[in-house]
């Protein structure tokens, strides 16, 4: 809800902070924002439009996240999450490409009292973040640009998966606070890469990230995780409509390759989740 996050937004035209009043976000300068019936607010400057994943891209990271088939993902993030808030300074949790929410949701069941802020470009999203836990707060924002966050209120950034915006993460996040990055290794997936024509994963990765990141934050720990997927044809499917590949598969073609996998289809997730430090 967004009133356990209204002391860490800033509004994304001058910076001052926000206050709730009734269903709408104001500064002291008069800048005004409606909350949706759903609980999110649009934070975009005049000329930023919405954008995004897509309704249907969303409904399908859903379904296919409440099966399980990432929950040793999403717990290996909350586990690191937990480590680096339990001795961390006060302040909320801020996800960026929140998604639907769920990995901001476990992170916040592990730490009683800490609020979570999820935000992402996709209204479709921020509807669903919304309603994922009753401490988060969902906005709709562009990370590329000055995020609606005062300086210093993030206890820890999330990014799974994620845009990496680095001098804006470094500038919400507290001196003592931590960044938590978890991003596809080169054989991720690697078996639906070949037979589904998919996407691959930049052998490059992990000097890219670096490189967003910048020199402002400081890398402390780095873990591969690996497992299996065992997946029904629909699972797969879910699988590559949730993801940047869905951008760049032609849907019946998409559908005659996934009529030909075995059943179930097993395939490796191979993660690497770091942790950071501002310097």
Same mark, same amino acid.
């Given at each position: 809800?967004?009133?356990?996050v209204?002391?860490?937004l800033?509004?994304?035209?001058? /910076?001052?902070? +926000? &206050?709730?009043?009734?269903?709408?976000?104001?500064? #002291?300068? *008069?800048? @005004?924002? $409606?909350?949706? %019936?759903?609980?999110?607010?649009?934070?975009l400057?005049?000329?930023?439009?919405?954008?995004?994943?897509?309704?249907?891209?969303?409904?399908?990271?859903?379904?296919?996240?409440?099966?399980g088939?990432?929950?040793?993902?999403v717990d290996?993030?909350?586990?690191?999450?937990?480590?680096?808030?339990?001795?961390?300074?006060?302040?909320?949790?801020?996800?960026?490409?929140?998604?639907? /929410?769920?990995? +901001? &949701?476990?992170?916040?069941?592990?730490?009683?009292? #800490?609020? *979570?802020? @999820?935000? $992402?470009?996709? %209204?479709?999203?921020?509807r669903?973040?919304?309603?994922a836990?009753?401490?988060?707060?969902?906005?709709?924002?562009?990370?590329?640009?000055r995020?609606p966050?005062?300086?210093g209120?993030?206890?820890?950034?999330?990014d799974?998966?994620?845009?990496r915006?680095?001098?804006e993460?470094?500038?919400?996040?507290?001196?003592?606070?931590?960044?938590?990055?978890?991003s596809?290794?080169?054989?991720?997936?690697?078996?639906l890469?070949?037979?589904?024509g998919?996407? #691959?994963?930049?052998?490059?990765?992990?000097e890219r990230?670096?490189?967003?990141?910048?020199?402002g934050?400081?890398?402390?720990?780095?873990?591969?995780?690996?497992f299996?997927?065992?997946?029904?044809?629909?699972?797969?499917?879910?699988?590559?409509?949730?993801?940047?590949?869905?951008?760049?598969t032609?849907?019946?073609?998409?559908?005659?390759?996934?009529?030909?996998?075995?059943?179930?289809?097993?395939v490796?997730?191979?993660?690497?989740?770091s942790?950071?430090?501002?310097?």
């Amino acid at each position: 809800m967004l009133e356990h996050v209204i002391d860490m937004l800033a509004c994304p035209h001058c /910076g001052d902070p +926000l &206050a709730l009043r009734e269903r709408s976000l104001r500064c #002291r300068r *008069g800048h @005004a924002f $409606d909350v949706a %019936r759903q609980g999110y607010v649009t934070l975009l400057p005049g000329e930023a439009r919405p954008g995004g994943d897509t309704s249907e891209m969303v409904e399908a990271r859903a379904a296919f996240l409440a099966a399980g088939h990432y929950r040793p993902l999403v717990d290996a993030v909350a586990a690191t999450a937990e480590r680096f808030l339990a001795d961390g300074p006060s302040g909320g949790v801020v996800e960026l490409g929140a998604g639907t /929410g769920q990995q +901001l &949701a476990q992170v916040l069941e592990r730490a009683p009292g #800490r609020a *979570g802020l @999820a935000l $992402d470009l996709s %209204r479709a999203a921020a509807r669903r973040a919304a309603r994922a836990h009753p401490r988060i707060g969902a906005v709709v924002c562009d990370v590329w640009r000055r995020l609606p966050v005062r300086s210093g209120a993030a206890a820890l950034v999330l990014d799974v998966f994620a845009p990496r915006n680095g001098p804006e993460i470094r500038r919400v996040l507290h001196p003592r606070g931590a960044l938590v990055v978890a991003s596809a290794a080169p054989r991720h997936l690697a078996e639906l890469v070949e037979r589904l024509g998919l996407l #691959r994963v930049d052998e490059r990765k992990p000097e890219r990230i670096e490189q967003a990141l910048g020199a402002g934050l400081e890398r402390v720990e780095r873990r591969v995780r690996e497992f299996e997927l065992e997946l029904t044809r629909t699972d797969a499917e879910r699988l590559v409509a949730m993801g940047p590949s869905a951008w760049h598969t032609e849907p019946s073609a998409l559908r005659e390759r996934l009529a030909d996998l075995p059943e179930p289809v097993r395939v490796g997730a191979s993660v690497v989740v770091s942790a950071y430090r501002p310097v």
